[in-house]
């Protein structure tokens, strides 16, 4: 009885850093296969210690168009499938520069690739490796705190960069100020300056009647003088006038107003005496 011919897969182990990569469709292995059988394999495969290190769509393609991978006493049929022993080589390095140009990646499988990565070297920088997967370092974080928060990936308190230098893994989490109510922070001032914790200083004290008064007039100055500035000796002298005749008018409401305060405080005093005599 003839034993069924042993896929290449059962005689030949795939290493680890090999699978960081996802394989190709079957379409595709398919139209590789024949692109193969048509042309003969242009590239060879990469063995690293004795597993299988670059060639997986490869060997895959062509056993998938019935080209025969085997021998007849169940081993790799070595003379038909050119390698190279790639001894000493970083396998991770070695993988990723050999396929991040030469496939077309969706943003899912990159986002894939990086995870496996971050997996395999949590210790590198997101820097680091996204640099190796041709990504920005923002998308590299991303998939980090994705895989930390699930527990994939442990948080490390140091990370090393390209130049092999300890960083910093987690930034300090800055907690801001909160944002104060002006005027609670007014009326707590206040409250200060009551109790005597701290003296009132020159912004906060009120200005007392005499000061508004100064600077009314101060402030009233300035604008007559820059009133005048563009005006004749004539003009000036009927804008001085017109301002003194305003003044007089004023002044003669102001005492109008003046004597009716006066009267009805004078009526307010003598109509509380009378009430404490009758007591």
Do not use: Y
């Amino acid at each position: 009885m003839t034993s069924k011919p042993k896929s290449w897969r059962d005689l030949l182990p795939v290493h680890p850093a090999a699978e960081l990569f996802p394989m190709m469709s079957e379409e595709e292995l398919r139209a590789l296969g024949e692109d193969i059988k048509k042309n003969g394999l242009r590239e060879g495969v990469a063995l690293l210690d004795g597993e299988l290190l670059d060639g997986r769509n490869r060997l895959e393609a062509m056993e998938a168009v019935g080209i025969k991978l085997t021998t007849g006493n169940g081993q790799i049929d070595w003379a038909n499938i050119p390698f190279r022993n790639v001894k000493g080589a970083d396998p991770i390095a070695f993988v990723i520069s050999k396929n991040i140009h030469r496939r077309h990646l969706t943003a899912k499988q990159k986002r894939e690739v990086i995870a496996k990565l971050l997996k395999t070297t949590p210790e590198k920088s997101d820097r680091q490796i996204a640099e190796q997967t041709k990504a920005s370092p923002t998308t590299v974080g991303k998939v980090r705190k994705e895989l930390e928060q699930a527990g994939n990936v442990s948080k490390l308190d140091t990370r090393t960069d390209a130049k092999g230098r300890k960083q910093q893994g987690h930034k300090p989490a800055t907690t801001k100020p909160p944002i104060k109510d002006p005027a609670v922070v007014a009326a707590a001032d206040r409250a200060e300056v009551r109790a005597g914790k701290r003296p009132e200083s020159a912004s906060e004290k009120k200005p007392s009647a005499s000061d508004l008064i100064s600077k009314f007039v101060s402030d009233f100055e300035a604008r007559i003088i820059d009133a005048m500035k563009p005006l004749n000796a004539d003009e000036c002298a009927q804008l001085i006038a017109a301002l003194r005749s305003e003044i007089n008018n004023i002044e003669s409401e102001a005492a109008k107003r003046l004597q009716v305060v006066a009267c009805r405080a004078l009526e307010a005093l003598h109509a509380a005496a009378t009430a404490d005599s009758a007591v």
